[in-house]
């Protein structure tokens, strides 16, 4: 059993935000996000993850622009959606995109990161003391204008705060004020951390370089230690800015990583150094008492890294939340892993304007390349009350059809069942032409045992069927019997199609038998959650 850390909430119940992310672009006016409201509401979304601008709500130092917050409020409010807001101030995907013309043109007063060939870069720098302040400042105003105007409501249900922060260009700032600082020493709360862990990458290259409890970061890390400065300075930054906000209005904080499995894994080149990469985590976790979450934006499609990562964001003192996502097949499939096997919180693809079908014209349409994620979208909504209640049981069950894989076996407490993937045995399926539906995509969904001898099913491209477990005399009696008689003999009490309504609460659509239970139990995107009750 896994105590999942609940971070997000609704009238103070625990709430799994499924939503989507905007284009960097559409909030700078309530038009410009149409499309997007469009688009949330055709895949069934309860949250909206939407941009804040600092050169839109600060264009002048100190005159604050409350008007495009205020819409979002509003317009959020309207179609029953929570906002989770992303402030795109100091850092944006690890350069400075997003700050005032006021900040951008005056780099003596807001430096930048200079590289090691002396060169400077289009990135605030986290020793600049100016550039933090103008930034917590900017923050801590809008976090009042929230409480003032959302406090009661609570339709803004997180907040992260910058976003991919880290520096991209160099591995850490060469400028004079960083230069210091890193031939500082190492502070002592951090150099402690490291030392009482039991494992952690800054650990390993610590103990590498000789396990020194004094010392400048070279000499404590070698050559890791532009990257480990940059994630502590980087971090302390973004911690400062949380605390002064929490101090105002306390609700979740987090923020978001551009993962450092990707080409190279070289910092300030293939991602942003300093941000909080798998071998930086534990210095931000411990750099960051006031975030509540680090949240990495997965674009990886190959399962087993996707699974290595949700694992690696996915602690006791981190719950995984999945802020970003892509929009393919792959995601169709790894949303159910990261729900099932990683206990994740919330999630939500990136873009979510581009789902809608521009061709049709009337906004109504998503394009066929999201239909498999938006399928997979639905059958998480569609049983998000289970996902709720048995996350981190060991009863949420992924069903995924890797590579070259023609059936998926699970083990049920007293059941075994056989999730027997795609259409091939056409005879058994034919009496329900629904189960056609999906043909092209692989299968995947969730199986959730609610009780001994209750399942709930969703998904699509795959049928269970069941064999109750029992002494081996028991389980070959019979072994002339074929496996399509396997099928027909299942004993099932009762199989029904139905959905989850207010409260909770299981309402019967549709009853399933004879034909359409003989060849298993099908799971199909257009039919709801199946529930089966099993005999003996
Ligand atoms: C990750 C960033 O966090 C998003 O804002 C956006 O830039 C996407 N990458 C684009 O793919």
């Known amino acids: 059993m896994t105590t999942i850390q609940r971070i997000f909430t609704v009238d103070g119940k625990p709430f799994f935000p499924l939503g989507g992310q905007t284009h960097n672009s559409s909030a700078y006016t309530m038009e410009g996000l149409e499309p997007a409201w469009q688009a949330l509401s055709l895949i069934g979304a309860n949250t909206a993850e939407i941009p804040l601008y600092w050169e839109q709500v600060e264009p002048k130092e100190g005159q604050f622009d409350w008007s495009m917050l205020d819409g979002l409020l509003q317009a959020a409010r309207a179609r029953d959606l929570r906002l989770i807001l992303l402030w795109f101030e100091t850092w944006k995907n690890g350069t400075m995109k997003f700050t005032p013309e006021w900040v951008k043109s005056n780099p003596t007063r807001f430096w930048r990161v200079i590289s090691s060939d002396g060169q400077p870069l289009g990135v605030l720098s986290s020793h600049c003391e100016a550039s933090f302040v103008a930034d917590r400042r900017a923050f801590a105003a809008m976090i009042e204008y929230l409480r003032e105007h959302d406090s009661a409501q609570r339709t803004v249900i997180a907040i992260q705060i910058e976003n991919e922060p880290g520096i991209i260009g160099s591995d850490r700032d060469y400028g004079p004020e960083a230069e210091q600082a890193f031939q500082n020493a190492v502070p002592p709360p951090l150099v402690q951390a490291i030392a009482d862990a039991p494992d952690s990458a800054a650990t390993r290259a610590w103990r590498q370089h000789g396990a020194r409890t004094k010392g400048t970061w070279p000499e404590l890390f070698g050559r890791e230690a532009g990257e480990f400065f940059t994630a502590w300075r980087t971090a302390r930054y973004v911690d400062g800015i949380a605390q002064a906000a929490k101090a105002i209005y306390d609700i979740p904080m987090y923020t978001n990583v551009w993962l450092s499995e990707n080409r190279w894994r070289v910092a300030g080149l293939s991602y942003p150094a300093g941000g ?11 750099a960051t008492p006031h975030l509540d979450l680090i949240a990495p934006d997965i674009y990886v499609n190959n399962s087993r890294l996707y699974g290595e990562i949700c694992a690696t964001y996915s602690r006791d003192d981190n719950a995984l939340f999945i802020p970003e996502s892509d929009r393919n097949e792959a995601a169709a499939i790894n949303v159910f892993s990261a729900i099932a096997e990683h206990n994740a919180i919330g999630y939500a ?62 083990d049920l407490g007293d059941y075994l069942a056989l999730a027997i993937f795609g259409n091939t045995d056409r005879d058994l399926a034919r009496s329900d032409f629904r189960h056609y539906s999906d043909e092209t995509t692989r299968g995947r969904g969730l199986v959730v045992q609610a009780g001994e001898r209750q399942f709930y099913i969703v998904g699509a491209g795959y049928r269970l069927v069941f064999k109750k477990k029992g002494s081996p005399e028991a389980m070959l009696s019979g072994t002339q019997t074929t496996d399509f008689l396997v099928t027909r003999l299942s004993n099932y009490v009762r199989v029904e199609e139905g959905h989850f309504g207010e409260e909770g609460a299981w309402v019967t659509d549709r009853r399933r038998g004879g034909d359409e239970s003989d060849g298993g139990i099908w799971a199909a995107p257009d039919v709801g959650v199946v529930r089966v009750v099993l005999g003996d």
């Not at 049981?393 to 070259?404: D, M, N, P, R, S």
């Open 276 to 286: 909080p990469t798998s071998n930086t985590l534990d210095i931000w976790k411990w």
């Open 349 to 410: 693809p990136f873009g979510i304007e581009s789902f809608l079908d521009h061709q049709t014209g009337s906004g109504e349409a998503l394009r066929s390349e999201v239909k498999p994620l938006v399928e997979s979208l639905r059958c998480v909504a569609a049983v998000m009350p289970l996902i709720l209640r048995y996350q981190g049981t060991g009863k949420l069950h992924a069903v995924i059809q890797e590579e070259f894989l023609n059936e998926q076996y699970l």
